[in-house]
């Protein structure tokens, strides 16, 4: 009997550790990007005009089908097999009439990093 007498503090025990877990305002770990190995590389993506990185630029490798958008900083990544690819920036202005994206040939280098400059003038909407 004084068994039975315990479960319901066990209960609310058991309940109040649960709620504590959930309530926790510490911050999501990100999961991590893939590592480039021997049989990939790293393509960094910078979208800036003068120098200043622009956000939230939608960027993709047209082959793989994979997109992202550039940071806070104008930098987006992806981690790619080896090979030739087309990177397509979206709403990236030059000259003349507003373009709706604008294509560039790379190749992703065994365990390496290329660097991907993509200028979109801002005033020449």
Not at 49 to 65: C, F, S, T, Y
Request: proline share 9%; hydrophobic share 40%.
């Amino acid at each position: 009997m004084r068994t039975l007498a315990l479960i319901p503090t066990f209960i609310s025990t058991f309940c109040f550790v649960m709620l504590a877990v959930a309530c926790d305002e510490s911050e999501p770990v990100a999961p991590s990007k893939p590592a480039p190995t021997p049989e990939t590389g790293t393509v960094v993506v910078f979208v800036h005009w003068q120098g200043q990185g622009l956000p939230d630029k939608r960027v993709e490798l047209i082959e793989l089908g994979i997109a992202t958008t550039t940071n806070a900083d104008g930098l987006a990544e992806f981690v790619a097999p080896i090979g030739d690819y087309t990177l397509r920036s979206y709403d990236i202005n030059g000259g003349g009439p507003a373009l709706r994206y604008i294509d560039q040939k790379i190749t992703v280098i065994p365990n390496d990093e290329i660097l991907v400059d993509v200028v979109d003038c801002l005033p020449c909407v």
